[in-house]
């Protein structure tokens, strides 16, 4: 039995990946979840790579890779048929070979991530996607998805004020990675200049 595995869907555009997410993703999300032997799945988009010229979905399937494959191969021929989808493959995961534990964990979180995912697009329309950091610029008041991670922080028990904090640094420093590799070293370290300022107009506000 396959233990994870990702399948691949190679679309033409971002407008693509988010067809194919909410028409078959999220609406069949209960269904291939309760396939026998899958133990979880997790999808990502990477149409916003700049290295692509086309849009991507991965889905990764934990637990018996084969059988959710054979009870779905046939639905994933007809997006291609009908041009949703170009074309569909398997291939293995960039983090297959950490250790257990933090396999297991990536894991969690993943999937935890994804059934996120599948409410916030049960709930929102595409042309309703917050915005990331401000929602509403014409007023004082700096709300956008952020609000959710930190509510969400609050719900699941963090105490501190230092621990979501040191959570947003953690993501801030992995996308700054992440961007150097997408675009460029000087392009991190212009972005990393523009946090220093806001971080100092941050420190004259308080």
Request: hydrophobic letters at 35%; one cysteine or more; proline letters at 3%.
């Amino acid at each position: 039995m396959v233990e994870r595995r990702v399948v691949v869907f190679e679309t033409d555009s971002h407008e693509a990946d988010e067809r194919f997410i909410r028409e078959y993703v999220v609406p069949k999300y209960e269904r291939l979840t309760s396939i026998d032997g899958c133990t979880g799945l997790r999808f990502s988009r990477y149409a916003a790579d700049p290295r692509k010229d086309h849009g991507e979905i991965h889905l990764v399937l934990f637990g018996d890779h084969d059988a959710v494959v054979e009870r779905e191969r046939d639905r994933w021929d007809e997006f291609v048929e009908d041009g949703l989808v170009r074309e569909w493959r398997r291939t293995g995961l960039s983090w297959e070979s950490w250790p257990d534990d933090q396999f297991e964990f990536m894991k969690r979180m993943q999937t935890l991530a994804t059934e996120m995912a599948v409410v916030y697009y049960r709930n929102f329309d595409s042309h309703e996607r917050p915005a990331p950091a401000d929602a509403f610029p014409e007023t004082d008041r700096r709300l956008g998805f952020w609000v959710a991670v930190h509510f969400l922080c609050n719900q699941m028990g963090y105490q501190s004020v230092q621990d979501e904090i040191d959570a947003s640094f953690g993501s801030i420093r992995n996308r700054l990675r992440a961007l150097q590799e997408l675009r460029s070293e000087a392009v991190a370290s212009e972005r990393i200049e523009e946090l220093r300022k806001r971080l100092d107009e941050v420190e004259a506000e308080l």
